[in-house]
């Protein structure tokens, strides 16, 4: 029994040369270009808006940023800040129609979060701070943002998208802001 066993282990192991025949790939012009993936994992928000006690969160929230000393640490203070804030807003359109105008404020408080984050950028180049690394990071932040806003507009009603669009031309300027800062 083990010889039979050690001669079918045998076979599996030995590999036999396969010569390999060239396929023509043939692609269709009719299909459309696959939506690019953007590997930027939001943060869990933690307590939601909706939640009675979220505004202990947010005093806290202020008092971290208060002590916050260093333009580039509160650059990156404020970019999580800014996700944390629109990752809320996805598990609030995820619930009933009621929670859009909530979703809507987190949405706009997330892009004035992401906005503080490039001005500390801003601040901490011009202190000589090397910061060509974060502001990848926030480029792709920013298309992030933009892909989620994109999927919040295609699924609600006009006013609602409205606001959203709004929302995304912000967020256009600023990857406008970013490139400008890394040609500085």
Known sequence: MKKLFLLILLFFWVTYPVSAQEI????????PPAPQVITYPLPYPGLLPDNPLYGLKVLRDRLVSIFITDPQQQATFDLLQADKRLSASMYLLQGTAQKEQLALDTISKAENYFFYAIENATIAKKQGEDINGFLGTMTTAAAKHEQIL?????????????AVEQQEERVDGFVKQLDALKKA
Do not use: E, I, M, Y
């Open 24 to 31: 023509p790939l043939t692609v269709t012009p009719s299909l």
């Open 150 to 162: 994109t999927g919040f507009a295609h699924a609600r009603d006009k006013s609602f998208q409205h």
